[in-house]
């Protein structure tokens, strides 16, 4: 049959648009399987950058005034003193002693820790070190016999919101009005060196019960913690049962070193309103270190 023969012609023109159907591929469809071990190793890297490396800091209270505002966030670096029991996010390994790569922190650090028997993080600030021998007489300090440098400073001023409400108190009404007019929280500001030479601002209001403490004697392993608002603060000078540390705390309960400060909310954001998140931003703390000054 010749090849312009035209049953010829037409069966293959009519073969044509089958063939092309049939070379089309099929859509795949939705990888679920695939997606959801994507988004598994997702979450388990950043629990491991949290728990090995580094993670964020909210600041619930005013126990570390002046340096730190209720509302700060903050990064705080897991790897300063080593690994523990405490380092992987929300606590999911049972307590036991000894650090991995373990250092013990400097007088001055800003740590985050975990009170003995407790899942809770407190953060607060280094003050004495293993062997060391402590003791605080109405509000001042000794560190092995000698006492720490002690300089009054000009009042701090916080501006006033739902952060830092500046509530009247045993020691009085602290809010006055700033030459722009508006309201601020104004607080006693002593300034504290330790022997390192390292030193950093404190609130002490007036005589409180945590204000002394008889001599001790910081245990091999242990460090002893005290918050920078002193007659706020629940940390080693309190006890278990009242909230505070209970003494001395194991360095093996450390998870970390407060590095700065990322960004600072007044209180007034809510999760609905994506506005307020912008609004409730205090100005000037992003970026704020939190190791403390050092003279040599």
Excluded at 20 to 45: H, M, R, V
Excluded at 82 to 97: D, K, L, N, Q, R
Excluded at 104 to 110: A, E, F, L, N
Excluded at 216 to 243: C, T, W, Y
């Amino acid at each position: 049959m010749s090849s312009n023969d035209p049953a010829v012609t037409m069966t293959d023109e009519n073969q044509a648009p089958e063939e092309t159907a049939s070379a089309k591929p099929e859509k795949a469809g939705t990888d679920w399987w695939g997606e959801l071990k994507a988004i598994f190793w997702l979450i388990l890297a950043v629990l491991a950058f949290h728990s090995f490396i580094a993670k964020p800091f909210y600041i619930p209270s005013e126990s570390m005034m002046p340096v730190l505002l209720k509302g700060d966030r903050l990064v705080v670096t897991k790897y300063a003193y080593g690994w523990s029991w405490v380092s992987p996010s929300f606590h999911i390994v049972p307590p036991m002693e000894g650090r991995l790569f373990g250092s013990v922190p400097k007088r001055g650090d800003i740590v985050i820790l975990t009170p003995p028997g407790q899942k809770s993080d407190y953060i607060k600030r280094v003050i004495g070190l293993p062997g060391d021998t402590l003791e605080m007489r109405d509000g001042q300090l000794f560190i092995n016999g000698e006492a720490v440098r002690r300089e009054r400073r000009p009042p701090a001023m916080f501006p006033i919101d739902e952060n830092v409400p500046c509530r009247i108190d045993q020691w009085g009404d602290h809010k006055v009005v700033g030459p722009d007019g508006r309201a601020y929280c104004s607080q006693p500001i002593y300034r504290e060196t330790l022997p390192n030479g390292r030193s950093y601002d404190t609130i002490d209001a007036g005589y409180s019960p945590v204000d002394d403490f008889s001599r001790l004697k910081v245990p091999a392993d242990h460090i002893f913690v005290m918050g920078d608002n002193r007659d706020r603060s629940a940390d080693s000078r309190v006890p278990l049962g009242e909230q505070g540390l209970g003494g001395p705390v194991p360095i093996e309960n450390i998870g970390g070193r407060a590095e700065f400060i990322t960004f600072s909310l007044d209180g007034t954001s809510s999760y609905l309103n994506p506005i307020s998140w912008f609004t409730a931003l205090r100005g000037g703390r992003a970026g704020t270190s939190l190791h403390p000054d050092e003279s040599h």
